[in-house]
């Protein structure tokens, strides 16, 4: 209320008895424009409202997932001409209806920590309505890694390098990236679209079954594992011939053996690097020495073994028994001269098998020029069915030498010296003449010596 003063001198309206009078019908009668416009701006700015509907609801709770068991749509009310209504985070998304807005969420796949968001609906004047949103954290889901087909923790290769069983894998997992390697290099991992296959080498030197593991690993996953198991090569050596047991006549003197197996052939350039590779000291270099095979000396899988020396054999006959559970040993140089002779089928030849050497034997007058080894069983075998026992490499036998005469009398199974400084060989080679390729010549040697023309063939007392 406005106080308004007036100055009215003398002056007295007609039909008015006093001053006093006319004071008060002026002012009671006079009215202000300005007055009355400032009460109203007043009263419309107390009244500029805003409400939502459902009243009362403050709060909405979304799961991981986007979902809500609260209310997410809302009526707007208000005495102002516009509105609006926003979040103040992406994940959760205001959209406007005829009659007000809803409110919804995406899916939380980043955030381990609940997600909070408000929701503020203005209009003009009126106090602005908020609404408190969370979101829960994202699941953690546990590091995984599978592998289909399921259940598959093993693969067999044959020594071909084939197999009967699945070669080809599936990779799962939730990890951000898988890689899979094999502990071998005969076995091969090869990755694809959609995961890896395994594969084999042809087993070519091993004589025992060669393991391998193929590992799966993906991040924090547990690792998977395959085992792979390769078949061992198969070892030619088994050619042995039985030899019936009976008495002889060997080297003039009448001795009686004992049945035993002897190699058809003199152990093979391939049988030795097959069984010498199995071994650290010899798996990459299986010629012990300077010297190896080569073409000068005749060279070839099928060619005897030469440059080993007796020493070098026993390493030999050593692992061959480790990896068969066998017990191959040298023959005695009885049990040589009784199979060379034929045994109990013995006709009596002067060399293995034949009174002619050329049919039986590479010696020095038919073995090239210059001589030289050749592949065993290439000539005729003898009345027993065994090879190469006259010529083509001199054969070391177990005995120490001990003299002229190798069999005491009434000795059976004669085994020879009990001790000396060399060990005996028999049979001749590709460089003997004919008179030391007979099967009663005598030679012996330095058991640590190797030479091109020395090799051996196998026995063994029984299968």
């Known amino acids: 209320m406005k106080k308004i003063f007036l100055r009215v001198g003398n002056l007295l309206p007609t039909g008015c008895s006093s001053r006093r009078s006319w004071l008060l019908l002026a002012v009671a009668t006079m009215t202000f424009a300005g007055c009355s416009k400032s009460d109203d701006e007043s009263q419309a700015a107390a009244e500029a409202t805003l409400t939502l509907t459902p009243a009362g609801q403050t709060t909405i ?8 068991a609260d209310n997410l749509t809302f009526g707007v009310t208000t005495n102002q001409s516009e509105w609006d209504a926003a979040s103040s985070h992406a994940w959760c998304t205001v959209t406007k209806t005829a009659s007000g807005f809803t ?24 106090t602005p309505v908020t609404i408190s949103v969370t979101q829960a954290a994202a699941a953690t889901a546990a590091p995984a890694l599978t592998l289909t087909p399921a259940g598959q923790t093993a693969i067999t290769f044959a020594a071909d390098g084939t197999s009967a069983d699945n070669l080809t894998f599936g990779v799962a997992t939730n990890q951000s990236g898988w890689s899979a390697a094999s502990s071998q290099t005969w076995c091969t991992v090869t990755k ?101 095979p080569s073409n000068s000396y005749g060279l070839g899988d099928n060619y005897p073994a030469y440059y080993v020396s007796w020493e070098d054999v026993q390493i030999f006959i050593a692992q061959l028994n480790q990896l068969t559970g066998k017990q191959y040993r040298l023959p005695t140089e009885a049990e040589w001269e009784y199979a060379a002779r034929g045994g ?16 039986v034997a590479w010696y020095v007058g038919n073995s090239g020029n210059p001589a030289k080894a050749h592949p065993v069983g290439t000539k005729a075998a003898n009345e027993l069915g065994i090879y190469d026992m006259t010529g083509n490499v001199n054969e ?68």
């Not at 709770?61 to 809500?68: E, H, L």
């Not at 109990?344 to 049919?359: F, L, R, V, W």
């Not at 069999?407 to 060399?422: D, F, H, L, W």
């Open 192 to 292: 694809t679209a959609s995961g890896f296959t395994v594969s084999a080498a042809v087993n070519t030197t091993t004589t025992v079954p060669a393991p391998a593991t193929v590992t799966v690993t993906a991040g924090k996953a547990t690792s998977v594992t395959i085992s792979v198991t390769q078949a061992a090569i198969a070892i030619a050596i088994d050619e042995m011939v039985f030899v019936p047991g009976g008495e002889a006549t060997l080297s003039g003197t009448r001795v009686a053996i004992d049945s035993f197996y002897i190699g058809k052939y003199e152990v093979t350039q391939k049988q030795w690097v097959e069984i010498m590779t199995t071994l650290p000291a010899y798996a990459s270099a299986p010629w012990p020495g300077t010297t190896k």
């Open 396 to 463: 070391w036998c177990s005995d120490w030498y001990g003299g002229t005469y190798p069999y005491p009398r009434g000795v059976n199974n004669p085994t020879g010296a009990i001790s000396g400084s060399s060990r005996v060989y028999r049979g001749g080679g590709w460089g003997t003449n004919v008179d030391e390729c007979l099967v009663s010549d005598r030679s012996y040697g330095d058991p640590a010596n190797r030479f091109g023309d020395r090799g051996f063939r196998l026995a063994c007392s029984s299968r």
């Open 103 to 126: 409110v919804s969420a995406a899916a939380n796949a980043a955030t381990t920590a609940p997600a909070p968001a408000t929701v503020t609906v203005t209009a003009g004047e009126a």
């Open 344 to 359: 109990q089928q013995t006709h009596s030849y002067a060399y293995s098998g034949s009174n002619t050497i050329y049919d």
């Open 61 to 68: 709770a979304f799961a991981a997932d986007g979902t809500s």
